[in-house]
């Protein structure tokens, strides 16, 4: 019985003398009444026989009868970790197999009883600590367990009972004092300290300037006149406005075949002041939509390479179109020298039974979503060349026998030049044209071949195209009336002129034949090649040996020539239509060729002889490629479709790989490296009178 059970029952008027303290020794009365309850006997010297008396056991009525067999039994019992009160059916719903799911592990731990204490060793300085702050008493109360008269046992009794009864609300534990405690102090039997610092990050700040608008001040006077004539003078200006506006609608009712979209002046003045601006923030648009791209285009090299041997492959960049020019295809391609990221296309059509309208846009890599200029033609665009020094201006030939020359800074939308039946126009499709340099008086000047076998030569002269006939090609000799023999005449479809000998030139003819000329005799041939069984469609001189060229064929073939021998140096079969070949400008042994198939191939020389390093299909099925161009300065092509479509692809570093040099030499660079290369080549080809020293 605790001290406070004892203080409740000495207030209700119980005797106490039953009441004892823990560890305290029981008095006379208590043992006596107690040997009697228990039945032993007191011989009178205060001396309890227990021996005397055996203890009977009790048998509860309802005890089971066992015999000896099964009372000498042993059962095993095993204590296992689990709650035997813990739910073993508990379920969750799946959401992702739409059942109910029995959890596998359910908690088996159960608490019991839970005690936080705060005892602090005396002598620990802890205990020190909390004496100096008050919190404890300088004395500690102790117990004493001595033996003491039974008679001074209820006053000390007593008096402890006063002593609880007077302090229980002093009492560490009531709920009381519990309110006003401070908190617990740490256990210095079982406490541990951690800290760490973290690294403060360093602080940054970025601020950035622009430069101010530009301002002015700008003062004036104004009466009602000047007033009343701004207003008349913009009234005039919207009227104009209307006009043209009326006149553009009544030409696109009258003729629907000939639509051609409004100038930029029938538009009102408010949107011209921010064409500029919003052309630049078209491109930002634009690069932020494509950055991929973009940053594939800049730094994106195939490390695949170099499990591939020395075979290259083509990663498609952008994909250029114009919703306008849909039914056309892609006839010509050139890219501008000085601003490398341009390039010009023409469109057109090869189908000669469904001819009509062309279309000559330039587009950017910039911005490849929209053209960056547009002119549209009135009969189909079959090629076209941007002069070198002076980018602006832009050749033109076209289907129905007609040349041009387009101007970039020029607002319109017509040719600045174009030549007509008096100033002698082709009579046939016209099918390459090219710039050649200034002639003695600095006038610009270009040439041409057609189908009707001219070779012309256009000038220039202030606001009119002057014409010459070079040269006019003969073709094989037919009998005329009467058993005479008459020359036929040979259709160009394609020529180059020399890099290095002004003078020289090539033309492809119909025939398959390749004709060697010179500006400076227009009466016969210098020589004549056998090329290809059909239609010659390119020919490319070597942009750095002076005596290479190659060309193509719907015959399937592509053939590189030695332009002193009469047989070609190389034959390649591609197994389909070859639409065009170019050399590529880094190396004098690379070029690539598209076919009718949608496949683009790429060759090297110096690396494969005999095959394409590179064969991909770039675009899908039943779409035929018709030309193809590398770009002067950086490593990515262009290919246009029989669809109106140009894809720009990158080549890969095996298709751009420089041959390798011992180690602690110099890679070897310049012209004539490229020279030397492509000569050691053909030394190996040429019969011995034919080999150079």
Known sequence: MSISNAAATMKKGVPAQKAALPGAKPTKAAAKKKDEEEGAVDNGDGITDDWSHGKG???????LELTETELNEEITRILTTNNPHAPQNIVHYSFKERA???????????????????????DSDEARRLRAKGDLPK?????????????????TLGTLVEVDEAGEEDRPDSAASKADMEPKATNQFNFSERASQTLNNPLRERSCQTEPPPRSIFAATANQWEIYDAYVEELQKQEKNKEKQKAAASKKDTDKSKKKPMLMETQSDDITKVKKSAKILERMVHQNIFDDIAQDFKYFEDASDAFRGQEGTLLPLWKFQYDKAKG????????????????????GSYDFSKQGRGMLVHYSLKSSTFPEYIYPTDSGVLCLDIHEQYPHLVAVGFYDGCVAVYSLKEKGLEPVYKSTAKTGKHTDPVWQVRWQKDDMDNNHNFYSVSSDGRVVSWTLVKNELVFTD??????AVSEGPGGAQQPGIACGTAFDFHKQIDYLYLVGTEEGKIHK????YSSQFLETYDAHSTAVEAIRWNHFHPKVFISCSSDWTVKIWDHTINTPMFTFDLNAAVGDVAWAPYSSTVFAAVTTDGTVHVFDLSVNKYEAICQQSVVAKKTKLTHIEFNP????????????????????????????VKKGQVQPKGPEVEVAKMEELLSLLREPEHRTA
């Open 139 to 155: 004395e500690t109360a102790t117990v004493d367990t001595g033996t003491e008269p039974d008679e001074e046992k209820p006053d």
């Open 633 to 660: 300065i950086h490593p990515i092509i262009t290919v246009g479709d029989d669809r109106g479509y140009v894809s720009s692809l990158k080549l890969s570093p095996n298709l751009r790989k420089k041959p390798k």
């Open 328 to 347: 056309l295809s892609v006839t010509a391609l050139c890219w501008n020298k000085k601003y490398q990221d341009l390039f010009a296309v023409g469109m």
């Open 100 to 122: 109910y799911k029995p959890i596998g592990v359910v908690d088996q731990m159960a608490v019991l009883f839970v005690l936080e204490g705060s005892l602090v060793h005396q």
């Open 517 to 520: 000329c010179s500006k400076t």
């Open 470 to 475: 070079i040269i006019r090609l003969n073709g």
């Open 57 to 63: 056991l009790i048998k509860p009525p309802d005890q």
